[in-house]
């Protein structure tokens, strides 16, 4: 299987424009520290570029290992120690550059999750379209018991959960399970973990069966709605949008194939680009 494989992280893309983004650090449960953060960052300005281009479908978030990500690596917080307020928020930009990019991706993001998502991870969760979780994963916003904040993924995780229930989980720094995640907004579904990758492999089945095209404009649409929902602005931004995807070629085709009775020609037919494990072949990502 043809991937870009780094010291911390791998990527592959498969046949269908199907990328898999994997944190590779399981000995130390996927932890955080700058060189993870960069070469996250790189992936993602690549699948940018791919998913502008139509090569990228959509993005799948996952880890190897027990856990999601444990947060904050130990050795890295020992460094950070000695670092000076400017030293300190180089890195806090760095890490910021990494949500918003994730969060910007124009095309779906699916996450993974297993075992634990603490700190930082509870940002990348939030950060993406559509989160499937084992029943054994849990989430914690850790930060204030060493005396720190969620300061750079707040933006994202208050708006997965709200900003009533992100002040209590910030200020108690209370594990909480998948199913109480469920309920606040945070993860989409929770499901055996036996289950898991089938529940992600169905669920990238619907998201290839979309229009591209149209789900990279609902996605630009709803990020607009949601930071003005009620001005007029918005208002005709929703209907040039529509208007726009009616016109287009994907919106000419997926109707044509709505009467027609067929799979509109962007849908994956069959099932011959899949191993009998479910997985795909995957091509070397190009940038």
Not at 57 to 86: E, I, Q, T
Request: proline residues 4%; aromatic residues 4%.
């Amino acid at each position: 299987m043809a991937a870009i494989s780094d010291s911390f992280t791998r990527l592959t893309i498969d046949s269908r424009g199907v990328a898999r983004l994997t944190l590779d650090r399981p000995e130390v449960h996927n932890a955080f520290d700058d060189a993870l953060i960069s070469e996250l960052n790189a992936h993602l300005e690549r699948l940018h570029a791919l998913a502008e281009r139509d090569e990228v479908r959509l993005v799948v978030l996952a880890s190897d290992g027990k856990h999601f990500s444990a947060g904050a690596d130990l050795h890295w917080m020992k460094r950070m120690v000695d670092y000076d307020f400017d030293d300190n928020l180089k890195d806090s930009r760095e890490l910021a550059r990494l949500m918003q990019q994730l969060d910007e991706l124009p095309c779906p993001t699916l996450c993974r999750v297993q075992g634990a998502a603490y700190g930082g991870a509870v940002g990348l969760a939030a950060c993406c379209d559509v989160v499937i979780a084992s029943e054994r994963a849990t989430f914690c916003l850790s930060e204030v018991r060493i005396g720190l904040s969620p300061a750079v993924i707040s933006p994202y995780v208050q708006r997965a959960i709200g900003p009533r229930q992100m002040r209590r989980y910030a200020l108690t720094a209370e594990v909480i399970d998948a199913a109480t995640a469920q309920s606040l907004g945070l993860v989409h579904e929770v499901v055996d973990g036996q289950e898991l990758d089938i529940h992600i492999d169905q669920t990238i089945d619907r998201l290839l069966a979309a229009s591209p095209q149209a789900q990279r404009a609902t996605k630009a649409l709803l990020a607009r709605v949601d930071q003005d929902p009620g001005s007029d602005a918005t208002r005709e931004r929703c209907c040039r949008t529509i208007s726009e995807l009616r016109v287009s070629r994907e919106g000419q085709e997926g109707l044509a194939a709505f009467f027609d009775k067929r799979p509109p020609a962007w849908q994956p037919t069959g099932d011959a680009h899949r191993h009998k494990d479910g997985h795909s072949d995957n091509k070397e990502p190009r940038s």
